[in-house]
C-alpha cells in the first residue's frame, strides 16, 4: 500500500470539522479504463457473475439520456467489487471515521448523461435521512470519479459543517430545483449556506460523512460523468428497528432484530486495524 495516498492528521482534522476530504489519485489510468469498461457493460444488464444488482434504473437497449443509478452492482460485477472494497479506500475511510474496521453498506454505480439541462441534478440531502435504520451515525461515502469531474459535468457539491446540523426534514435526492429545496432548507435550519464543489481527477475519491449535505447539478458537457459510490460503515453497526428507514434494501439481508450487526458476506469488509478477514469475500448467492 502507497502510504502517501492516506490522510494527514491535518486531513482528518479537515473532514471532522468540515464533513468531507478529497483524496489524490487512487486508481491508474489503466485501471480506469477497464472500470468503465465494465461500468457499461452493467448498465447494459451484461452481468458477468450471473446475479442482478439490487436495482437498476436503466432497461438496457434504451438511450442512455436520463441519469442511471444502480444499486449494488458489485453483485453483478467482479471488477466493480474489487472497485468499492478497494483496500486503501477502506484504510482511508478508517481513520477518518476514527473507526478500526470499515464494511461496505452498499455501492452505486452512477451515470449522468450529457448536455441535460433539464433533469440530471441530485437534490441537497444528508445519507443518514435514508439511513436511519443504522446506528451509529458515523457512516460516510467514498465517490469515486472515473472521468474528471468538474463545474461543468455536474461534480458533487457539498454544505461544510452541515453534518453537525443534525438530521433535518428537508432531505430529497431526487429534487431537480437545487435553489428552491436550499431555501427550504436554510428555513428549517436558520443557517444560510453556499455549497463548495468538488472537482476531481478520474481515479480520485472524495469522503463525505453522512450527515453533510451534498448534491449536484446538471451534466452540461459533450460527455457522460461517470462514478462509482461505495458508501461504507463502521465495523460493528447495528440495525436499528422501527424507523423510517426501515424498508431500506440492507434491512431485508437481515433476521429483522433489532441490533443485529450489518456483518457477513453481503456487507463485505474493506479494511480492519488487525489485518483479519478478506477484503475481497462478496456474497454471489
Not at 458489485?74 to 478508517?94: K, L, Q, S
Not at 462509482?228 to 423510517?244: E, F, I, R, S
Not at 453481503?266 to 486495524?273: D, G, I, N
Request: aromatic share 10%; glycine share 8%.
Amino acid at each position: 500500500m502507497n502510504l502517501s495516498l492516506l490522510p494527514t492528521e491535518q486531513d482528518i482534522a479537515f473532514y471532522r470539522e468540515n464533513g468531507y476530504w478529497i483524496s489524490s489519485k487512487i486508481f491508474s489510468d489503466e485501471e480506469l479504463a477497464e472500470i468503465r469498461t465494465h461500468h457499461a457493460q452493467v448498465i447494459e444488464g451484461q452481468y458477468e457473475t450471473g446475479r442482478t444488482p439490487h436495482y437498476n434504473s436503466h432497461t438496457p437497449g434504451t438511450p442512455l439520456n436520463q441519469m442511471i443509478k444502480i444499486d449494488n452492482s458489485h453483485w453483478a460485477d467482479a471488477v466493480i467489487a474489487r472497485t468499492v472494497i478497494h483496500p486503501v479506500i477502506g484504510n482511508m475511510a478508517a481513520m477518518l471515521s476514527g473507526s478500526k474496521g470499515i464494511r461496505l453498506w452498499h455501492d452505486q454505480l452512477l451515470y449522468k448523461p450529457s448536455q441535460n439541462a433539464g433533469t440530471g441534478a441530485v437534490g441537497w440531502h444528508q445519507d443518514h435521512h435514508y439511513w436511519q435504520c443504522a446506528t451509529p451515525f458515523n457512516m460516510l461515502t467514498a465517490w469515486i470519479a472515473l472521468v474528471d469531474v468538474n463545474e461543468q459535468n455536474g461534480c458533487m457539491e457539498v454544505v461544510p459543517g452541515s453534518h453537525n446540523w443534525g438530521l433535518l426534514n428537508n432531505n430529497d435526492f431526487f429534487e431537480h430545483d437545487l435553489d428552491t429545496l436550499q431555501k427550504r432548507i436554510e428555513a428549517e435550519t436558520g443557517k444560510p449556506f453556499r455549497p463548495v464543489a468538488c472537482p476531481l481527477p478520474a481515479g480520485a475519491v472524495s469522503f463525505h460523512h453522512c450527515r453533510v449535505l451534498h448534491g449536484s447539478r446538471p451534466n452540461l458537457s459533450m460527455a457522460p460523468r461517470l462514478s462509482l459510490v461505495a458508501h461504507l460503515m463502521p465495523d460493528g453497526t447495528c440495525y436499528k428497528a422501527n424507523t423510517p428507514s426501515d424498508p431500506h434494501m440492507n434491512v431485508r439481508l437481515l433476521s429483522g432484530r433489532d441490533g443485529d450487526p450489518f456483518a457477513g458476506p453481503y456487507f463485505p469488509m474493506l479494511w480492519h486495524e488487525s489485518g483479519t478477514g478478506n477484503p475481497w469475500e462478496v456474497s454471489m448467492d
